[in-house]
Nanobody
Framework: QVQLLESGGGLVQAGVSLRLSCAAS????????MGWFRQAPGKEREFVAV????????QYADSVKGRFTISRDNAKNTVYLQMNSLKPEDTAVYYC?????????????????????WGQGTQVTVSS
């Protein structure tokens, strides 16, 4: 099993930045990819970004390209989401997710792969 813990959310003004962190524990050696999803009230969960553990692949949703950056520290088993130029439409609960299956980053970005591990989420609220 893998446990995921998100942190870094908050209430901010439009145009500012936040960095989310997701720390993995447990069977961290088995993780093939980690990613971020978000869900706003009354809306479906949507893909935000994903990164592979060892291949260096990163993929983003069109809505966040150029503003968000996903990165990772494999030694710390931690993935980050740097969010710049935040907009009110970025307001959502942000969830970290992971899969033990290798080579799935592109399929995760395409929405055709499932992730078996999920964190509890961290709230991001962007005003104005």
């Amino acid at each position: 099993q893998v446990q995921l813990l998100e942190s870094g959310g908050g209430l901010v003004q439009a145009g500012v930045s936040l960095r989310l962190s997701c720390a993995a524990s447990g069977r961290t050696f088995s993780i093939g990819a980690m990613g971020w999803f978000r869900q706003a009230p009354g809306k479906e969960r949507e893909f935000v970004a994903v990164t592979s553990r060892s291949a260096g692949i990163t993929q983003y949703a069109d809505s966040v390209k150029g503003r968000f950056t996903i990165s990772r520290d494999n030694a710390k088993n931690t993935v980050y989401l740097q969010m710049n130029s935040l907009k009110p439409e970025d307001t959502a609960v942000y969830y970290c997710a992971a899969t033990e299956r290798p080579g799935q980053a592109m399929n995760i970005a395409r929405g055709i792969a499932t992730l078996e591990y999920w964190g509890q989420g961290t709230q991001v609220t962007v005003s104005s």
